[in-house]
């Protein structure tokens, strides 16, 4: 990410890595950051927590958790009485899908952003190591970045919003090695779909999958607490 010192930066924080990532690049940067974190009610609550202690690791100057009820919707495992797959890496988009999830949260980004007068928004998508999610495309990205002059007052004026997603082509061992060399402590993330009532992560899932293979590959150690050992 170019530099951006003194600049507003749009963070979504969700508390996973890749989120965590792209806070340590705003901060790399010398952006101010404004993180955004979204309560859509998920059953995973505990990724909350972690947006909170990443947003204070990274010296957010506004950390704002919005709260969205997106279980009124369901749809989704992570949000409605749905169980979560295990082992379920690859093929179709998986029940972990959250209906138009980055289309909703990328919107409410480009409305916090005109609000602080800031042209800059970064998510974590990713397109190679992720679920097979449509809303983590860059096609996708492209397509917002054209709606954000079309639908905002600042877009008519001819602000051209800027979407970044540093992540885009980045494997998960990429991502991991990132981490250690922003000096971030990969372990204030969480990723895990299921997480265990005494808080570990499932290892199971195929987030947990994801994220245990990114650290084998990168041949650094993994700070995550699993309560199965995922195999890859």
């Not at 749009?10 to 790399?28: H, K, P, Q, T, Y």
């Amino acid at each position: 990410m170019k530099d951006l010192s003194g600049k507003n930066m749009i963070v979504l924080l969700s508390g996973g890595l890749d989120s965590m990532v792209c806070a340590g690049l705003a901060r790399e940067a010398g952006c101010r950051i404004v993180a955004l974190t979204v309560d859509y009610n998920q059953r995973h609550r505990v990724e909350l927590e972690s947006a909170a202690r990443i947003a204070k690791a990274v010296g957010a100057a506004e950390h704002i958790v919005l709260p969205l009820d997106l279980r009124r919707f369901g749809g989704s495992a992570l949000t409605a009485d749905i169980d979560v797959p295990k082992a379920d890496v690859g093929g179709d988009v998986p029940v972990t899908y959250v209906p138009a999830r980055n289309l909703i949260f990328l919107s409410l980004t480009l409305g916090l952003a005109e609000a602080r007068q800031a042209k800059d928004i970064v998510i974590g998508v990713n397109a190679l190591d992720y679920s097979g999610y449509p809303d983590c495309r860059p096609d996708f990205i492209a397509g917002f970045e054209k709606l954000a002059a079309l639908a905002t007052r600042d877009g008519d004026k001819g602000v051209e919003f800027k979407i970044h997603a540093p992540l885009q082509y980045m494997s998960k061992a990429d991502i991991a090695k990132e981490a250690a060399r922003l000096g971030l402590d990969a372990g204030m993330s969480w990723s895990c779909y299921d997480p265990t009532p005494d808080g570990k992560h499932c290892g199971e899932c195929d987030s947990c999958y994801l994220r245990s293979k990114g650290y084998a590959e990168a041949g650094l150690p993994d700070p995550t607490v699993y309560a199965v050992k995922p195999r890859i």
